[in-house]
């Protein structure tokens, strides 16, 4: 796909991303003015997300989103109030669109109304905001405002100040002159601190005073506590400030008649604090250009380490001084290359944001509740892997709660609790990043798919399979024990779809479950690129990285090890293998040091074996980059050029497996 294509994909995934971040702002209790910006920023997204469907000619999309701008639009004017149930609707609209934009990026064709599910519910609102018998009302006649200035207001500007008016806020007016050559900054700066004490409803054009140059502007300004002597204002900025509309004046019988069923509101006591959400700058950057820019980077480090080697090279004592610059160099190239990699990563929960309202609408829609958790969230991966994961991440979801959670009847019956539990966790796993989607459901029926296996001529027959290969049936191509595919967990997107996906990312999926007591999906995808830190140590001339959070306890004595030894260690019997039989190299007559490595985060149960080594060199923080000729080495999970040539980053998990095996070859030798 072309260059502006992608550039189109990827602002659309901001988008969602922002519209995503502004609706958990009104899931708890905000200030009025909190909830007119968030509710200001998702009309702009939507209506920008609308020219941009239209604009590529996907007029299904553009339709859906413009129905989506017509809720926010009735929120903006006040026709609609934000409850928890608006939210859920706004929250499975958003995701609809989302999950339409990306089967549009993958080539699939548009369905008539991506919001054909919310039908329903979205008509309600629709209906809910129309206006009341009479007609709408327009007490923008209260402002005091010249009758010029009155007609600049929008239609929008005057159905808030008759909404806030009649909800007894107060409008004030700061009149503010500001010099020619900055009016555009300071008024910016003005506005955003005025938007941190109540509704910026309007910015007017004003008449400057006969003794004054420059541009004036009337802000219109909702708050019962407007606090504008703290603004940060400049000398002579400000002209005036009044209360140009007190809502003490609505006369009773407009008040009575403006809400005859007044919509539940919640109002918390006490208030919490104001608080400002400023809108982000975006910077878009090619991909290619930040690629090119971490090559010149490298480029410029091979060079600092070829003075570097020179300089040892060099009789003499006289090189203190630039042996301490290189090494500064050396620091600021790494941090470079690391705010580099930051640009590339977006955090986890980002991903899990995109779940969350699937799932309670799925909840709904199938009468199962659940209790869905997260942990993981702050954990980072390449925005290209966010992209990919992403609907087969929901896939995966919906399986989980359409075949595998009970309904409550059946969970009563069962002595479990009508409530399911869905949980979703991340964690790093070295260069991998581990996914894992856990539910206390039924389970995998393993008889019945075993019968379909051999039916469709996967298995045969008469043999014996384990548990994990009957699991992995699942993920095969047309395999499914369901007679016909659902609206749910059916949606043109196969396990086997799911597999390819993420084994195109280089990853692993691995299915797993229990009669009655649940199932688990776990994936693994390798990252491309991360900032490890590392424990360096050497085998004979090659040296090695071990990421320090499998590395237990370092060790380095007098004492000659050997392979097959048995260490006492913090008074524990571990076994040792030197890492050179780990890698199938040629092993040491003798070693005098060791790292003892167990499963990261593991329990008092986890593999514990000492690794010998000839040298521990230190700790550090390397960049690591996953290296394709690396891809089926056991035990190497990337590389890093350093000073003296590439530093092997091991993989630990894989070096303890090796370990045990090299380890029961002597014993079995023996």
Not at 351 to 375: A, D, H, W, Y
């Amino acid at each position: 796909m072309d260059q502006p294509f992608n550039d189109v994909w990827s602002e659309c995934e901001d988008l969602f991303t922002q519209a995503r971040a502004t609706l958990g702002t009104l899931k708890t209790p905000q200030p009025a003015h909190v909830v007119q910006a968030s509710v200001n920023a998702l009309f702009r997204t939507t209506h920008t997300l609308k020219g941009m469907a239209g604009m590529l000619g996907f007029h299904s999309f553009s339709r859906a989103a413009h129905r989506m701008e017509d809720i926010f639009d009735l929120m903006r004017q006040g026709r609609l109030r934000s409850t928890d149930s608006l939210t859920d609707v706004l929250e499975a609209g958003i995701l609809a669109l989302e999950s339409g934009m990306e089967g549009l990026r993958r080539g699939r064709p548009e369905p008539d109304d991506y919001l054909l599910p919310l039908r329903r519910q979205l008509g309600e609102l629709e209906a809910l905001a129309r206006p009341t018998e009479g007609g709408s009302r327009d007490l923008t006649t209260m402002l005091d405002l010249p009758p010029e200035t009155l007609k600049a207001l929008s239609d929008y500007e005057r159905t808030r100040v008759t909404s806030l008016l009649l909800d007894s806020t107060p409008i004030h007016g700061l009149t503010v002159c500001l010099d020619y050559a900055t009016f555009d900054e300071r008024l910016r700066t003005l506005s955003e601190a005025v938007a941190m004490h109540g509704e910026l409803i309007s910015t007017l054009p004003a008449d400057p005073p006969e003794d004054r140059e420059g541009l004036c502007f009337l802000l219109l300004v909702a708050s019962a506590h407007p606090a504008f002597e703290e603004l940060p204002a400049l000398e002579g900025e400000v002209l005036g400030m009044a209360l140009v509309a007190d809502p003490a004046r609505v006369p009773d019988s407009l008040r009575a008649k403006a809400d005859p069923e007044p919509a539940p509101r919640l109002e918390p006591e006490p208030q919490p604090p104001p608080q400002h959400y400023p809108e982000m700058e975006i910077l878009r950057i090619p991909a290619q250009q930040v690629e090119v820019l971490e090559a010149r980077l490298m480029d410029v480090g091979q060079l600092r380490d070829a003075a570097s080697r020179w300089m040892r090279r060099t009789p003499g004592n006289l090189h203190d001084e630039p042996v301490g610059l290189l090494g500064g160099m050396q620091d600021g190239l790494l941090e470079v290359q690391k705010t580099l990699l930051q640009m590339r990563m977006v955090k986890v929960e980002s991903l899990f944001s995109r779940i969350e309202p699937m799932v309670k609408n799925l909840s709904r829609e199938l009468g199962k509740p659940v209790k869905l958790t997260f942990q993981g969230g702050e954990l980072e991966l390449e925005r290209s892997l966010l992209g990919r994961l992403g609907e087969p991440f929901l896939h995966l979801v919906r399986n989980a709660m359409d075949h595998g959670l009970e309904p409550p009847s059946e969970r009563v019956a069962q002595g479990k609790s009508e409530t399911g539990a869905l949980r979703i966790s991340a964690s790093q796993r070295g260069r991998n990043l581990r996914f894992d989607i856990r539910d206390d459901g039924r389970g995998f029926d393993l008889a019945r798919m075993e019968a379909r296996g051999i039916g469709l001529g996967l298995i045969k027959e008469g043999q014996h399979y384990t548990p994990e290969r009957i699991h992995r049936l699942a993920l095969e191509p047309g395999f499914s024990t369901q007679d016909q595919a659902n609206q749910i967990s059916g949606r043109g997107v196969g396990m086997d779809v799911v597999r390819a996906e993420v084994e195109g990312l280089g990853g692993e999926i691995h299915l797993s479950s229990e009669a009655k007591r649940g199932s688990l999906v776990r994936l693994a995808i390798p990252l491309s690129r991360a900032v490890l830190s590392c424990l360096r140590v050497r085998c004979d001339r090659q040296v090695f990285g071990i990421p320090l959070g499998n590395v237990h306890r370092v060790q380095a004595g007098r004492e000659i090890l050997r392979g097959g030894d048995q260490l006492e260690v913090l008074g524990k019997s571990l076994p040792l293998e030197s890492l050179q039989a780990c890698l199938g190299l040629p092993e040491p007559e003798a070693q005098r040091a060791f790292v003892v490595l167990t499963q990261q985060g593991g329990s008092a149960e986890s593999v514990e074996v000492a690794i010998g080594v000839d040298e521990v060199l230190g700790r550090g923080e390397v960049l690591l980059r996953s290296l394709p000729e690396l891809a089926r080495i056991p035990g190497i999970m990337g590389g890093s050029p350093q000073e003296e040539g590439i530093l092997w980053v091991l993989d630990p998990e894989a070096i303890l497996g090796l370990a045990m095996d090299s380890l029961m070859r002597r014993v079995a030798r023996v």
